[in-house]
């Protein structure tokens, strides 16, 4: 029973935090983020707590509780602007040009030139939705992994993506994504890969942590001679900014491979620690180095 209006409740939020984004004008999106955003903070959510343990695992040291308290608060307000920004931009139909600056594309253009495909390496950093549509949006042959929401409306990332001419792999087995990333790669795509999510593959340093980290994109990588280019999406007081970055050089050692991604991720959520999605359990598996 418990399980059943957990349920009710997130799907009915979602909803409801789509509805709104329909509803509000853009220059209204930040102040209703604010005020949704603190009376979420208010309910004792299960990710809440975990999204507050996983601040003082990475920032312990840094900040005090206090600190820590009001950085929650300013991550929960930050994820309800995104929710609201992807309804209203669904709603509008509105293209993007205006609403991010890029920098560093020209390691994307070259990247493209040795017909490989690209790699893409991104995080759950920022509005990530705005990064694929826009790079879309200026011609770039953009896919992405993915895995539908549990309280999304059925098909909603899919429908999305597909809206902005970006061709998605969803994910459904361990097995099947590779392949479909090849194809993608094959026909010289950049493809799009959140790989700061715990799983099982190996063990790596970030904020100064051995945490489980995903490995696929690395093999892929090296197997397919594919250049592997980090792009994140952060906002700044101005908008957006996607920052892409010259290409990771393949390392034999994949541990190494992947904390040369770390690195330049941790940087990044030192900078802007309100943007990332800390309601994942990403230090849920440790182990002593």
Known sequence: MKSILKHIFFKSAVRFFLLIGKILKKDQLLSASSFLGSLLYIFPLKRKYVAFDNLKIAFGQQYEENELKRLLKRFINEFVLIALEIAFIIKRRERLAQWAKASGVEYLDEALRKNKGVIALSAHLGNIPIMLAWLAEKGYPVAVLFKEGKYLPEG???????????????????REVPKEIIKALNQNMIV?????QARPGIYAKFFGKYVQCQKGAFVIAKRKGSPIIPAFIIREKDGHKIKIYPGIEIEKDIQLLIEKYNILLEN???????????FHRRFKKMKLH
């Open 192 to 196: 799009f890969i959140l790989a700061d």
């Open 156 to 174: 909603f990332l899919y429908n999305l993506i597909k809206s902005y001419k970006i061709y998605p792999i969803p994910f459904h087995s361990d």
């Open 268 to 278: 990044l959520i030192r900078q802007y620690p309100e943007q990332y999605y800390w």
